[in-house]
Nanobody, 123 residues
Framework: QVQLVESGGGLVQAGGSLKLSCAAS????????MGWFRQAPGKEREFVAG??????????YYPDSVKGRFTISRDSAKNTVYLQMNGLKPDDTAIYYC??????????????WGQGTQVTVSS
């Protein structure tokens, strides 16, 4: 059973930054695409960042809503995925979930989810 554990959420003022971490129980990230999603109260879960698997390091992809502000990265030696969030806005307030899967997200739904970490951006 794969476990994903997020950390790094918290309260930040608009314009600030946060870096989320996702520690995986995977023996290796090899072959797994990784991603971050978020869900705000009363809204559907939304894809915010993806990192495809590749021997050369993989490709990153983002929706327009966060492009240029969010950066996903992977440290394979630590089995950890990060989400660096800059220029945060109140609309970014949500529970953020780490995900792992065998295909490109969000087109192919992830196979594994973390428990989520709360991010709150005050105006």
């Amino acid at each position: 059973q794969v476990q994903l554990v997020e950390s790094g959420g918290g309260l930040v003022q608009a314009g600030g930054s946060l870096k989320l971490s996702c520690a995986a129980s995977l023996r290796t990230f090899r072959g797994y695409d990784m991603g971050w999603f978020r869900q705000a109260p009363g809204k559907e879960r939304e894809f915010v960042a993806g990192l495809s698997w590749s021997w050369s390091g993989g490709s990153t992809y983002y929706p327009d809503s966060v492009k240029g502000r969010f950066t996903i990265s992977r440290d394979s030696a630590k089995n950890t995925v990060y989400l660096q969030m800059n220029g945060l806005k109140p609309d970014d307030t949500a529970i953020y979930y780490c995900a792992a899967g065998s295909g490109v997200m969000p087109s192919i739904p992830p196979d594994y989810w973390g428990q989520g970490t709360q991010v709150t951006v005050s105006s």
